[in-house]
């Protein structure tokens, strides 16, 4: 199967971390502008704010406001032949943080600069549970000679709670939830490998024994080829719809594992999608290097995602 692409919006600045809104707008971090935007139906883009640092995934949370995680900032390369890319650890690094912005004032919040173990580094991306509280996955930063490794932590939406759940992870990206809430699913990006964690409640899982697994998690999928994983979304049959970057596409990855179909991209660097529009049948995508949001048809419904479609 191919998709249809058509282009929403172009000009952007590493866009990633789509939120399709109930008006029809989409909200997207930009990485490289340091801003939280609003990509209108017609394209027109409006910065909503400007949290410094590294912008990066995104979610409306139980209060309505946008919950952001900021990897701190990245150094940039560009050219004409390859787009834009993020290369290593900012000189001018903020340090990880989560964020809370207002969507009506631009009023942001710093909720979080650390777990109960260590000071974030580089988060990613989060997903809302239907308890209130979000996952979230620090990627770690990479320097000239050293990489962090990475983890997921769970945290509340008020600032009171947040704990490290899983550590070591090499590169964590997307982060997602099965529809009963019961299984959280973690990509790496280096490894192509997207992980299953049995969820017993809130903030707790039922891990796998070492050293059948390297972090408590099952292997849901190690992808074939020089492919790496950014971020995910899951659809209402609960299959896992990652981005997949170096070669370009969406992984669709059945929830019990196995063979997947692979739809290839016209871009080497999709980084995230959403689901959106009636019956949430429009997947929008980022390709962040070229600085696009596009969006396809998709021959199934997305996942409601909690206090945003339901």
Request: glycine share 14%.
């Amino acid at each position: 199967m191919s998709l249809e692409l058509r282009t929403i919006a172009e000009g952007l600045r590493f866009p990633e971390g789509p939120i399709a809104m109930a008006d029809g707008s989409i909200i997207i971090v930009e990485i490289e502008r340091r801003s939280l935007s609003r990509v209108a139906p017609d394209g027109a883009v409006t910065p909503i704010a400007f949290p410094g640092g590294g912008p990066n995934g995104a979610a409306i949370g139980p209060d309505g406001k946008c919950y952001v995680c900021n990897n701190g900032g990245f150094n940039w390369h560009e050219t004409t032949e390859t787009g834009l890319r993020p290369h290593g650890q900012a000189s001018d690094y903020s340090g990880g943080r989560i964020e809370r912005i207002d969507l009506t004032t631009g009023e942001v919040e710093v909720l979080y600069t650390a777990s109960d173990k260590a000071p974030l580094k580089g988060p990613n991306d989060l997903v809302f549970d239907a308890h209130g509280g979000f996952w979230f996955t620090d990627h770690g930063k990479v320097r000239d000679r050293e990489v962090d490794r990475g983890s997921v932590c769970y945290a509340k939406a008020d600032g009171s709670f947040i704990k490290e759940v899983i550590f070591p992870l090499w590169s964590p990206n997307g982060i997602g939830l099965s529809p009963d809430e019961t299984v959280l699913y973690v990509a790496e990006t280096f490894t192509g490998r997207v992980w299953a964690f049995d969820i017993a409640a809130p903030g707790e899982l039922m891990k796998q024994p070492w050293p059948q697994s390297p972090n408590g998690g099952k292997l849901l999928i190690g992808i074939d080829g020089y492919r790496g994983f950014d971020s995910l979304a899951v659809d209402s049959a609960g299959n896992v719809c990652v981005a997949t970057i170096y070669d370009g596409g969406i992984a669709v990855i059945p929830p019990e594992g196995g063979t997947y179909e692979f739809l290839p991209l016209p871009d080497a660097l999709p980084t995230n999608l959403c689901f959106g529009g009636p019956e949430l049948r429009t997947a929008y995508i980022t390709y962040s290097n070229r600085g696009k949001l596009v969006a396809a048809e998709w021959p199934r419904p997305g996942l409601p995602l909690n206090y945003l479609n339901k």
